[in-house]
């Protein structure tokens, strides 16, 4: 999707504020905000996630009391699960034989595509040619997972694009971004 | 410029709503969840403590003065970032892939979630809010160094700086180049010196002043 997400290279958006002595939260709301696994992006989208999975209702929501139990059957997270949770392994990476189309050293441009749905494809990268880096593997493809499509594991490569190539002539000779693609975003050059 | 061209400023673009609007909101879904036993407060407070007190940069800092000191080590981590930091225990959420650049007086990396706030959790804890912000996010790929002479770190133009846009699974940590001057230090000491900023790539490692001036 072409959204504001997809923030490489746009202008206008100021000036970076590093912030000496950062504490990790600066307010007891964004304590909750993390530890609900929240974003204010997704605040909205959990919202409704929560009603559309029936674990509360509109009417919940607008009166902001429960007005009935949970649904029976959920694990609730527990403070002595938290330390084994957060060392899971949740892992994108995936043991499939899958042939690789690409070697390091290749040469390949990313497609000019423009999905509706979700993909890791940034913009600035569509249409610009690049050199694979190194194949880091097979993992799940995010695009097709996040569409409800099944897990459709794909080869994941770093490419180096110069920046040249991305951001035209007055960019610098030497530099390089480098960009994590999954295979179907990549034809040979 | 690539892609879309607005005439209006886009200052705002991450704000979101405003934060009173927000707070309320997270305060009423927090207070909802609870209520009906879908959440364990103590279990978001462990969750917290966590990584206010616990996981943080100076997890990564161990990694990369082990490095420095261990080159036996520094080869492990260089050619399997993952099992190498899962040596010093590091290992968990957004750490599952990790991958670590060198920089070296020719080669200056430094890394970027482009399309959200990809981070490796177990060896820098979570982002600071400048790596989740738009400013940063937008120009780190377009104007590199122009970023890194506002973090103060000037790169000379032989120095071919790389962005690492981990746009996927893997993340990212930075070795800095060990600061001369720091022959004589302990594993311990030098761990001191690594600044999460460094991890990033978007500092410089600086070997402690002397004493004596002040």
Redesign the interface.
């Known amino acids: 999707m072409n959204g504001v997400h997809d923030m490489g290279g746009m202008h206008g958006l100021g000036p970076v504020e590093p912030e000496p002595n950062e504490p990790v939260f600066h307010h007891d709301w964004e304590r909750k905000v993390f530890a609900l696994n929240l974003d204010e992006h997704w605040l909205y989208g959990l919202e409704l996630l929560l009603v559309e999975k029936g674990l509360i209702t509109v009417e919940e929501m607008r009166s902001k009391r429960p007005a009935g139990p949970a649904p029976d059957g959920l694990r609730v997270l527990r403070p002595d699960d938290v330390p084994r949770r957060l060392r899971a392994i949740r892992a994108a990476r995936m043991d499939e034989d899958v042939p690789a189309k690409f070697k390091a050293g290749e040469g390949v441009v990313a497609r000019n595509i423009h999905p509706m749905g979700h993909t890791r494809l940034p913009r600035y990268a569509r249409g610009k040619r690049g050199v694979i880096d190194r194949d880091h593997g097979v993992f799940i493809y995010p695009d097709a997972h996040a569409a409800g499509l099944g897990k459709q594991p794909q080869h994941c490569y770093s490419v180096r694009f110069s920046a040249r190539e991305v951001w035209g002539a007055e960019a610098s000779s030497r530099d390089a971004i480098y960009i994590d693609l999954f295979e179907p975003y990549l034809d040979p050059a | 410029?690539?892609?879309h061209h607005?005439d209006h400023?886009?200052?705002d673009?991450?704000a979101?709503?405003p934060l009173g609007d927000?707070?309320l909101?997270?305060?009423?879904?927090?207070?909802?969840?609870v209520?009906?036993?879908?959440?364990?407060p103590?279990?978001?407070?462990?969750?917290?403590d966590?990584?206010?007190t616990k996981?943080?940069p100076r997890n990564g800092a161990r990694v990369v003065a082990k490095a420095w000191i261990d080159p036996k080590y520094r080869q492990r981590l260089l050619e399997n970032a993952s099992t190498a930091i899962a040596e010093l225990g590091y290992?968990?959420?957004q750490g599952?892939?990790m991958?670590v650049l060198e920089n070296t007086p020719k080669v200056h990396n430094m890394v970027?979630c482009?399309?959200?706030s990809c981070y490796p959790w177990p060896v820098l804890?979570?982002p600071?809010?400048?790596y989740k912000?738009?400013?940063?996010?937008?120009?780190?790929?377009?104007d590199?160094?122009g970023?890194l002479k506002?973090?103060g770190v000037t790169v000379p133009?032989?120095?071919?700086?790389?962005?690492?846009?981990?746009?996927?699974?893997?993340r990212y940590l930075v070795l800095p180049e060990r600061p001369a001057g720091t022959e004589g230090l302990r594993e311990e000491q030098l761990a001191e010196l690594v600044t999460r900023?460094a991890m990033i790539g978007?500092g410089k490692v600086e070997a402690p002043r002397p004493k004596a001036k002040r």
């Open positions: 410029m690539s892609g607005h400023d886009h200052d673009v991450d979101g709503p927000l707070q909101r997270v305060r009423a879904l927090e207070s909802l969840l209520d009906k036993g879908l959440v364990d103590t279990a978001l407070d462990t969750l917290i966590t990584y206010e996981v943080g290992i968990g959420r599952e892939d991958v970027v482009t399309l959200c804890g979570l600071p809010v400048w912000a738009a400013p940063y996010r937008s120009r780190a790929v377009i590199p160094r970023v506002e973090f133009d032989d120095v071919e700086v790389r962005v690492w846009d981990s746009t996927a699974e893997l900023d978007t």
